[in-house]
């Protein structure tokens, strides 16, 4: 094979894109300030593959495919012949370490987010790429998110798993109901509907029958909790539960959350999950926006739920839930209310 045909060949290779030139690393622009990487990729780091947003986020740091393309020094050392001395070492200025490519977009979106809250001060991006500039820089970020537990919980821990340089992003904890907690089987039973409610009602009832007034007692005795709950759901009226609409919890709290950002709302996110498993990568402006907004809902789902710790340690609230059902079944059957009575001090129901 001549000379002509292996130029040809080449020639070809790197116009398909199938081969690259060799990166030198001093072909890399320094990082020294967050300002730095608002910058683009590619400015930063020329020649490098970069992460393609939406894959799975291996260490491209140790990544053949983008390792490859950057020279390492090699040498073999060999002994000195001469006995003269060796004139003084040239200082060369270490090459910086790669970045990557998803802390460029989160840094980048956090700063946009920024531009729209007026919160883009000019000395936030001439913090210095550490610990402490990227705790200043994302100082204002965490007081929003502050007000909603858990979603700072992330930015508040930034740096602790190692140097912020080598992050791949930025996220945020989306809330969520607790498997593990006890009173979460309550939780449960109010978004599943009205069969779950009188399992659960069934499970308490020999903890709180003697605390309600005669006539509810008698009404239990001859109706299944089903028929109450049903009711209860069904009926129009005052009432403290709307178990409807917890029950379609999904359109009736998140319906505009899911409208206003349905590519970030299409991850999914499980309402009840093990610890805090929802997690949003900041890739935008829009994904704190819709974490906001998803916070927001998620508290207004919480406060429309019974205290689910007094139902399960507190005999009295599940007791006036039951006095709540059979006088919301009395009302729809035209049937005279019974007053709460409350118990005694031997906690039995008044007379």
Same mark, same amino acid.
């Given at each position: 094979?001549? +000379?002509?045909?292996? !130029?040809?060949?080449?020639?070809?290779? %790197?116009?398909? /894109?199938?081969? $690259?030139? =060799?990166?030198?690393?001093?072909?890399?622009?320094?990082?020294?300030?967050?300002?730095d990487?608002?910058?683009?990729?590619?400015?930063?780091?020329?020649?490098?593959?970069?992460v393609?947003?939406?894959?799975?986020?291996?260490?491209?740091?140790?990544?053949?495919?983008?390792?490859?393309?950057?020279r390492k020094?090699?040498?073999?050392?060999?002994?000195?012949?001469?006995?003269?001395?060796?004139? +003084?070492?040239?200082? !060369?200025?270490?090459?910086?370490k790669? %970045?990557?490519? /998803?802390?460029? $977009?989160? =840094?980048?979106?956090?700063?946009?987010?920024?531009?729209?809250?007026?919160r883009?001060?000019?000395?936030l991006?001439?913090?210095?790429?550490?610990?402490?500039?990227?705790?200043?820089?994302?100082?204002?970020?965490?007081?929003?998110?502050?007000?909603?537990?858990?979603?700072?919980?992330?930015?508040?821990?930034?740096?602790?798993?190692?140097?912020?340089?080598?992050?791949?992003?930025?996220?945020?904890?989306?809330?969520?109901?607790?498997?593990?907690?006890?009173?979460?089987?309550?939780?449960e039973?109010?978004?599943?509907?009205?069969?779950a409610?009188?399992?659960?009602?069934?499970?308490?009832?020999?903890t709180?029958i003697?605390?309600?007034?005669?006539?509810?007692?008698?009404l239990?005795?001859?109706?299944?909790?089903?028929?109450?709950?049903?009711?209860?759901?069904?009926?129009?009226?005052?009432?403290?539960?709307?178990?409807?609409?917890?029950?379609?919890?999904?359109?009736?709290?998140?319906?505009?959350?899911?409208?206003?950002?349905?590519?970030?709302?299409?991850?999914?996110?499980?309402?009840?999950?093990?610890?805090?498993?929802?997690?949003?990568?900041?890739?935008?402006?829009?994904?704190?926006?819709?974490?906001?907004?998803?916070?927001?809902?998620?508290?207004?789902?919480?406060?429309?739920?019974?205290?689910?710790?007094?139902?399960?340690?507190?005999?009295?609230?599940?007791?006036k839930?039951?006095?709540?059902?059979?006088?919301?079944?009395?009302?729809?059957?035209?049937?005279?209310?019974?007053?709460?009575?409350?118990v005694?001090a031997?906690?039995?129901?008044?007379?």
């Amino acid at each position: 094979m001549n +000379a002509a045909v292996i !130029i040809e060949r080449i020639q070809g290779a %790197v116009e398909r /894109g199938s081969l $690259r030139p =060799i990166v030198e690393r001093t072909a890399f622009a320094p990082l020294e300030t967050m300002g730095d990487l608002l910058r683009p990729w590619e400015e930063c780091f020329p020649g490098v593959a970069s992460v393609e947003e939406g894959e799975d986020a291996e260490d491209f740091k140790t990544n053949r495919r983008t390792m490859s393309r950057i020279r390492k020094p090699r040498f073999t050392p060999q002994p000195r012949r001469s006995r003269r001395a060796l004139p +003084a070492p040239r200082l !060369i200025s270490a090459a910086p370490k790669l %970045v990557h490519p /998803g802390l460029f $977009r989160s =840094i980048s979106a956090v700063w946009e987010f920024y531009k729209a809250e007026g919160r883009d001060k000019p000395e936030l991006v001439e913090q210095p790429l550490s610990f402490d500039g990227m705790h200043a820089f994302l100082d204002p970020l965490w007081r929003v998110l502050s007000d909603y537990y858990p979603l700072f919980c992330d930015i508040e821990n930034v740096g602790s798993d190692g140097p912020v340089n080598e992050m791949d992003c930025l996220t945020m904890m989306l809330p969520n109901f607790d498997w593990n907690d006890e009173g979460i089987g309550v939780v449960e039973a109010f978004l599943s509907g009205p069969s779950a409610i009188a399992g659960m009602m069934g499970h308490f009832d020999g903890t709180f029958i003697w605390d309600l007034p005669k006539p509810d007692q008698n009404l239990l005795a001859k109706l299944p909790w089903d028929e109450l709950t049903i009711t209860y759901r069904d009926a129009s009226g005052k009432k403290s539960y709307d178990i409807w609409a917890l029950e379609n919890f999904e359109e009736n709290f998140f319906a505009k959350v899911k409208e206003r950002f349905p590519g970030q709302y299409a991850n999914g996110f499980d309402i009840i999950a093990e610890g805090y498993e929802n997690t949003v990568v900041i890739t935008c402006a829009q994904d704190i926006e819709f974490a906001i907004a998803y916070a927001e809902a998620f508290e207004c789902l919480s406060a429309a739920l019974p205290d689910w710790n007094s139902f399960e340690h507190s005999s009295e609230a599940s007791g006036k839930f039951a006095h709540e059902l059979c006088n919301v079944w009395r009302r729809a059957n035209g049937k005279k209310q019974v007053k709460w009575t409350g118990v005694d001090a031997e906690g039995r129901a008044r007379s």
